[in-house]
């Protein structure tokens, strides 16, 4: 299914309810910090199976003590679509990404 990529103002109005993510050379990313190596492994855990739900992933970049999360929508041309702000959305409810700061 195409998607519509949304405009720059469209995106601002989205990352107003989406706390540290940035729109980043046509993507959507944020930078997860964490008390631990193993909280990362955790979160990136818990976006690849909700990821995988949603039929729509990320890239998972796990570093330490880190995680970046960065959406674009592959069939919009690599742009932020509606998906991807709605993929960064249910990124912030899971339990791990709520415990990191």
Do not use: C
Request: charged letters at 20%; proline letters at 4%.
């Amino acid at each position: 299914m195409a998607r519509t990529p949304l405009t720059d103002s469209e995106i601002a109005e989205a990352l107003a309810s989406l706390p540290g993510w940035e729109h980043s050379g046509g993507s959507l990313t944020k930078t997860f910090r964490l008390a631990k190596y193993l909280d990362g492994l955790s979160l990136a855990t818990e976006v690849g199976q909700m990821a995988e739900q949603m039929d729509h992933h990320p890239m998972i970049v796990i570093g330490w003590k880190r995680v970046t999360i960065t959406f674009s929508t592959h069939d919009a041309d690599n742009k932020v679509t509606a998906w991807d702000v709605k993929a960064a959305a249910a990124v912030e409810a899971l339990p791990a990404a709520r415990s990191a700061t």
